[in-house]
């Protein structure tokens, strides 16, 4: 079993920049596909990026490409955390952000097992 919360949401300015974290709790941490999602108002939750079990390409990532040389994934196994670092962010980056985890390494949401509550990121144009 493993427990997921992110922090780090807010509202900010096009241009700006966030850094979003996923504290993990449970066991064997880097075992897991660790990966972003993002649910704007009346659309469907997106996959963003994710980042990949140490045991699996060494932390490989993938990205929307929505958001592709924006943001960027990264994981601290020791500190059983993942981010989710944004940058020049835009109106349209506006939703709840998920953090999820898998034992597989897929960009369906229905590929992970374990989800966050979310954390809520505006951005003001």
């Known amino acids: 079993q493993v427990q997921l919360v992110e922090s780090g949401g807010g509202l900010v300015q096009a241009g700006d920049s966030l850094r979003l974290s996923c504290a993990a709790s449970?066991?064997?941490?880097?075992?897991?596909?660790m990966g972003w999602f993002r649910q704007a108002p009346g659309k469907e939750r997106e996959f963003v990026a994710h980042i990949g079990h140490s045991y699996w390409g060494g932390g490989r990532t993938t990205y929307a490409d929505s958001v592709k040389g924006r943001f960027t994934i990264s994981r601290d196994n020791a500190k059983n955390t993942a981010y989710l670092q944004m940058n020049d962010l835009k109106y349209g980056d506006t939703a709840v952000y998920y953090c999820a985890a898998s034992l597989r390494m897929g960009v369906n949401g229905r590929d992970y097992d374990y989800w966050g509550q979310g954390t809520q990121v505006t951005v003001s144009s």
């Open positions: 449970g066991r064997d941490f880097s075992s897991y596909t």
